[in-house]
């Protein structure tokens, strides 16, 4: 239930003639504490809750659980969610033996996009697509559940 995983900002929209599976994701926070989120998705039409621990100081793992749920929970829940629902499409890239989760923002985030690698230990070695740009693996700002309370309209380069 550790999750590890490296964060990348996007440099091209290349990535989207690569992908294999693309999704419409909406999801929202019931809680937003640094100690602990709880996540409602919608991804398609599939819900799920998710609770995620504290980072480490590094930004590469954290403690991850989640669960299915219907999408009508989904939908009630996201109704209860704190103020600022993230709205994102993924995108599924395989790139060597890893598969990379792309997401492109909208809402008060368009004009964001961020990839992500899940990883078996953190010094795993794994091949770079050349559309991955700059690293921002525990950069908090790039955290879903600090987009919905600050978004990327707001952000002063």
Known sequence: M???ERKFL???QQFKTEAIRKTRIKQGFLN???ARTVRVRLKGEIGFITV???STDDGLSRFEWENEISKTDAEALLKLCETGIIDKTRYDIEVGN???EVDEFFGDNTGLIVAEVE???PTEIFKKPNWLGKEVTGITKY???ELSK???KNWNS
């Open 98 to 100: 890893h598969l990379f």
């Open 150 to 152: 600050n978004p990327f």
């Open 2 to 4: 550790i999750e590890i």
């Open 143 to 145: 955290y879903n559940s």
């Open 32 to 34: 937003t504490d640094k």
């Open 52 to 54: 995620k621990g504290a």
């Open 10 to 12: 996007v440099t091209s």
């Open 119 to 121: 990883l078996s230990h």
